[in-house]
């Protein structure tokens, strides 16, 4: 990591590169794991700050890297990402609209992946290339609004538009990825309205509540859809049924809180209520099907009712707190591999929609030993269950217990941690999401 800044009263500028490397690690039977990576980036912003509560920033940035995958046969062997941005921040106005924040920004990111590069190539077996791109487009603008000396809100609209193209080929060697023409498969276009207000009631307590609505436009463009290969090892491609689709859905999501301050701690209550359109992942993917046609592009959005509740205790050497939640989740978007379908014999991975619930808490547990010395430690705890089939919900964390201690004269900084983690009997074999699966 190298970062250089510098600059004057009314303006400033900052550059910083970074590079990391990594070999494959090596299991419990210390066997090699196909794992290493590469990566590096480069980052730079430039600002104006005509006075001390405004700002204008430029900045851009640039990186790739390569990774060796030990879960699938091909390998991301370019992960190129180029970004650029424009943000102006204008805050204590003096006014009704008593700030003001605004960015816009484009995004690319080319990736390839392939089967030769980080791995030998098996015997009878093709160079295979997949490159995949994304084109973004956003803006996102805030206004904050001091309504009366007890009341502020912010509200704001933002904007993304994600263009998804794909190339690829089953033979690199007599039919290059690079001569051919990207085909778009799928685009997504969001306008979203959000507002929040904060309201103090009296000296010890307030209330918080925001609205957002989402407008989601999705268009799958794939001609077909590519799945797994059949039970002879052949790869095959079927029409896609949703080919041409369009699909557009209006997502609501809101929250409300309150807060409350007494001697020597703050207790909250909290509900809300969120929506989630799929991503590209769980609706495009082309190793994603439905279960009942090979295309997941009709996968409901996710809907999530939560209850949290809390209290943060801070007095003298002691600092403690507790917090649980409970939620609800219609459409859960649930990804399931190892699922057998027929004509074609295959097994597959699925985007399916479950009702779910989940609930957990969290304790903390602080005390200033001396001035220089601090223990800390904590404990937590989720649960979830699939409720349409009964069974736990998988990628949910165990029960989990911390122990640490901390040195800090303001010079030096040492520290120890103990965690501690059971074994994780609720679980849901090939389920989970779309970052993992039990």
Do not use: C
């Amino acid at each position: 990591l190298l970062e250089v800044r510098g600059g004057s009263e009314q303006y400033y500028a900052q550059g910083t590169v970074t590079r990391s490397d990594a070999n494959d690690y090596k299991d419990g039977n210390g066997l090699e794991v196909h794992s290493s990576y590469t990566r590096w980036s480069g980052n730079a912003a430039f600002g104006y700050t005509p006075d001390d509560n405004t700002r204008v920033e430029l900045t851009a940035a640039k990186s790739d890297g390569e990774a060796a995958y030990a879960d699938r046969s091909m390998d991301g062997v370019k992960f190129a990402r180029d970004n650029a941005g424009l943000k102006l921040d204008k805050r204590h106005m003096g006014g009704t609209l008593d700030s003001v924040e605004a960015q816009v920004y484009h995004n690319y990111v080319d990736h390839v992946m392939d089967n030769y590069t980080l791995r030998p190539l098996p015997m009878m077996m093709n160079k295979m290339v997949s490159n995949p791109d994304r084109d973004t487009t956003g803006a996102r603008a805030v206004f904050g609004l001091a309504m009366s000396d007890a009341t502020l809100a912010k509200v704001g609209v933002d904007y993304q538009n994600n263009k998804h193209t794909l190339r690829s080929t089953m033979n690199q060697d007599t039919n290059p990825y690079e001569l051919l023409a990207r085909t778009e498969d799928a685009n997504f276009r969001n306008y979203g309205l959000f507002g929040e207000v904060t309201h103090v009631i009296g000296d010890d307590s307030r209330v918080i509540g925001g609205l957002r609505m989402d407008k989601w436009h999705a268009e799958d463009r794939r001609a077909a859809t590519l799945s797994a290969r059949d039970a002879n090892n052949v790869m095959y491609m079927v029409a896609n049924p949703t080919s041409g689709q369009s699909r557009d859905d209006t997502l609501n999501s809101g929250f409300a809180r309150y807060e409350r301050d007494y001697d020597a701690y703050t207790s909250y209550v909290g509900l809300g209520h969120t929506q989630r359109f799929p991503d590209y992942w769980e609706l495009i993917s082309a190793n994603k099907e439905s279960l009942t046609t090979t295309s997941a592009f009709n996968t409901n959005p996710e809907k999530t009712t939560q209850l949290d509740i809390g209290t943060i205790y801070k007095a003298g050497q002691w600092s403690a707190s507790v917090s649980g939640f409970y939620s609800k989740v219609d459409d859960f978007i649930l990804i399931q591999s190892g699922v057998v379908k027929t004509l074609p014999d295959r097994t597959i991975t699925v985007t399916r929609n479950i009702n779910a619930t989940t609930w957990g808490a969290e304790a903390g547990l602080a005390y200033q030993l001396a001035e220089s010395w601090k223990l800390d430690g904590s404990l937590a705890y989720v649960r979830g269950s699939n409720d349409t089939d009964n069974v736990a919900l998988g990628q949910m964390s165990p029960l989990e217990a911390r122990l640490g201690a901390t040195y800090d004269n303001q010079v030096w900084t040492v520290g120890g941690l103990l965690r501690m983690v059971s074994a994780q009997e609720h679980f849901a074999a090939n389920q989970g999401n779309i970052v993992g699966e039990d």
